[in-house]
């Protein structure tokens, strides 16, 4: 099942890039998904392997300690949302002098959190992830209720972050820079993000007294 999972994802990875190449550019293309990889990679050396929010299940294809659907996964589920929210609005925010009306990035928010909710499901059906925090609200499979709001989060970050330098930066080495710099800040604002929410839900359940 694993196995079959990853094929599917990494097909699913290619339909998107011919997407991005026909309806954006081949350099779009190709600095959102190397940014992307850069920025999983990154997420999931600290997150499951460093601060052991979870661990993986029985990953077939790995990149070090990571399973190498990561690299893709999370810049799979940005772009899709992104792009929903740019036809829903009939909005285009990667244009240099554009900026994103003021219901693109809420509505991509709940594209994720939806698109979260789905996809953690299927995972805790298959055991795909562990989750190892001990929260008093749970999804299926133990997934803490905090969990799919941190899709919508995590791919805000990277949008944003992505479309500041796309649109700023034309230099080709610049970019490239400016990603592989930004992906280790984008990824520590997500984790410190998470671990306000985890306190906030904590305090709201009386796990966590402040007195």
Do not use: C
């Not at 850069?38 to 999931?44: A, N």
């Amino acid at each position: 099942m694993f196995l079959i999972t990853e094929l599917v994802i990494i097909g699913i990875t290619g339909i998107l890039l011919v997407h991005a190449i026909q309806e954006k550019s081949p350099e779009f293309a190709l600095y959102f998904w190397l940014g992307g990889a850069w920025f999983g990679f990154i997420r999931e050396l600290l997150v499951a392997n460093y601060s052991h929010l979870y661990m993986y299940g029985g990953f077939t294809i790995w990149l070090f300690k990571v399973p190498v659907i990561f690299l893709v996964f999370w810049t799979n589920f940005t772009y899709v949302a992104f792009v929903w929210s740019e036809n829903a609005l009939n909005e285009t925010v990667m244009k240099n002098g554009r900026s994103p009306g003021p219901n693109f990035y809420p509505l991509m928010f709940l594209i994720l959190v939806v698109l979260g909710i789905m996809v953690e499901a299927f995972g805790s059906q298959f055991q795909m992830i562990y989750w190892q925090i001990d929260s008093p609200y749970t999804l299926w499979g133990g997934v803490p209720v905090v969990i799919p709001f941190s899709y919508g989060l995590m791919g805000i970050l990277y949008l944003a972050g992505f479309r500041e330098i796309w649109t700023t930066i034309q230099d080709p080495v610049k970019r490239a820079y400016h990603l592989t710099a930004w992906a280790p800040l984008l990824v520590l604002v997500h984790l410190g993000a998470l671990f306000l929410v985890k306190i906030a839900t904590d305090i709201f359940s009386g796990q966590l007294k402040l007195h």
